[in-house]
């Protein structure tokens, strides 16, 4: 995945700290990362693209109080550690080695334990500031006591991250065909074994999409796995299979739970639909490329012109706009900017201007859509308030749609439910969220095309003529036995998608 450019100075709100460390190992780099969250400093030495010390303003962080802690050493060592260290001003683990209070094995593993600990914690702190110094650097004999940061990553996401955040930095990537590089078995080897290593490594493959070899699981320890699979480079992606190993593939089961699901279509969709007698689901695939390019630049014209911008400017709407065209401006706008909307397209980094932009475009909608602010406003008095109803429904409801939406996209149908039945209740006027929740009904095990089949046709009497609503459709009247709706709906979904693709 593409990664911006790490800054000496910024803030863990818009640079995670996964993404730093990362960046970090790329460039080899030696000197220090310094971290603040609070009154709270850590500032973490690095030689060589690996983290080789630590030191915390936190007390209780320290090597001494952390062994003390988990009983390794005793009261009376930590009497004469306390003497020790206050006649010759040395740190912890020299002290330990000259008083002989542990072997130098276990010293080492010691300090390894305590970097790897307040680094992983580190992984919680969700903004504040960094800084990298790269005239502070450590001494030759640091190099005992090396952490792979790629443990760390492994350790700190699956600690810190939700399943739903790694799955939306992996969105653009689901539907790719992923094979192991050059570099996997020697990425793979750094990392903690484990049965989801062990299953990541057999399932990986150049015929099998990404979103299938992730599976069923949503748990955050195999997705940070894939995760840094991804990042590393570790894994190449491929927009198809190898033909070869594509020619004469059988027709997707419609109930099996492993097709992947993606929203961008490819032009050759259509003609691999054709060739499986239209049983297939249509191909579409989430790219980082010139929808999230374009999303990319407005957000950030946008948030830089947002002061200057009124309630109208902020909706594109003219001032003289219909009460109905202020909701409509401020659904659309809200879906489009929504934070989860944005990290899905694979704009992660810019999740602070999303937050910034779509609190703004809440406001504009919560004094527009009531009479008597919305006249305050436009004789320009105070607009303030608390958010409407409609609002604070939407941002739910969306923030659950996209939850669901990604759990669809790995085929974990009942975990979907969870998500889009609220959401839809929510808000029963999207067609997204009724033709989401159709599919999932429909796809889950035991399946329930009655139910779904009133969500889709919902979904197609609020926005007709939409491809995947009418593919989706179609595939649940005929198993229910209603072959020819079905496949009049199956045919006008191949027609959409070839005019749209022309």
């Known amino acids: 995945m ?94 330990l080695l000259a008083l002989e209070i542990l072997e130098p094995t276990e010293i080492v593993r010691a300090v390894r334990e305590q970097i790897s600990r307040q680094l992983v914690d580190a992984f919680g702190w969700t903004e504040g500031p960094f800084a990298l110094d790269e005239t502070a650097t450590p001494g030759p004999d640091s190099a005992a006591f090396r952490v792979d940061p790629i443990r760390i990553l492994q350790d700190g996401i699956a600690a810190w991250w939700r399943p739903d955040r790694i799955l939306a930095d992996l ?100 003609a691999a639909s054709e060739e499986a007698g239209g049983d297939t689901m249509p191909a579409r695939l989430e790219l980082p490329s010139p929808e999230a390019e374009a999303l990319r630049k407005e957000m950030l014209d946008l948030h830089e012109r947002l002061d200057q911008l009124d309630h109208y400017e902020v909706l594109g709407l003219a001032s003289d706009a219909p009460s109905a065209a202020v909701k409509k401006a401020y659904f659309a706008a809200a879906k489009r900017f929504h934070p989860d909307a944005v990290s899905r397209l694979g704009l992660s980094a810019l999740h602070r201007e999303a937050n910034e932009l779509f609190a703004r475009i809440a406001q504009a909608y919560q004094t527009l859509s009531v009479p008597s602010r919305r006249s305050a406003y436009d004789a320009r008095e105070d607009d303030s308030g608390t958010p409407s109803a409609d609002a604070n429904r939407v941002a739910q409801a969306e923030a659950m749609f996209r939850k669901g939406e990604i759990l669809i996209k790995v085929g974990n149908f009942a975990g979907a439910l969870d998500f889009l039945r609220p959401c839809v209740e929510l808000w029963p006027e999207e067609a997204d969220y009724q033709a989401a929740l159709g599919w999932a009904l429909y796809k889950r095990k035991p ?56």
């Open 447 to 502: 399946s329930d095309p009655e139910a779904a089949r009133a969500h889709l046709e919902k979904a197609d009497t609020l926005r007709g003529d939409d491809p995947l609503t009418l593919f989706r459709l179609g595939m649940v009247l005929r198993r229910l036995g209603e072959t020819e709706a079905g496949q009049a709906r199956l045919d006008r979904s191949k027609a959409l998608e070839r005019k749209g693709s022309r």
């Open 2 to 95: 593409p990664a911006e450019a790490l800054p000496s100075t910024g803030d863990l709100a818009r640079h995670s700290l996964a993404r730093v460390v990362l960046a970090l190992w790329r460039r080899s780099f030696t000197g220090t990362l310094g971290l603040t969250h609070g009154a709270t400093q850590r500032r973490f030495q690095w030689r060589d693209g690996a983290v080789v010390g630590t030191a915390s303003t936190r007390r209780e962080d320290g090597l001494v109080e952390q062994l003390i802690a988990s009983g390794r050493i005793t009261a009376a060592d930590q009497a004469r550690l306390v003497a020790y260290r206050e006649q010759r001003e040395v740190h912890g683990a020299a002290a």
């Open 171 to 270: 969105g653009p990537w689901l539907g790719r065909y992923a094979e192991p590089s050059e570099q996997f078995d020697a990425l793979t080897a750094r990392l903690r074994p484990g049965p989801d290593l062990d299953a990541l490594r057999q399932a990986i493959a150049p015929e099998r999409p990404l979103g299938e070899a992730v599976g069923r699981s949503d748990g955050p320890a195999r997705l940070a796995l894939v995760w840094i699979l991804a990042e590393t480079g570790a894994v190449r992606f491929h927009e198809s299979a190898p033909s070869k190993e594509r020619e004469g593939e059988a027709a997707a089961d419609p109930a099996s739970g492993l097709e992947i699901e993606i929203e961008i279509e490819v032009a050759a969709s259509s």
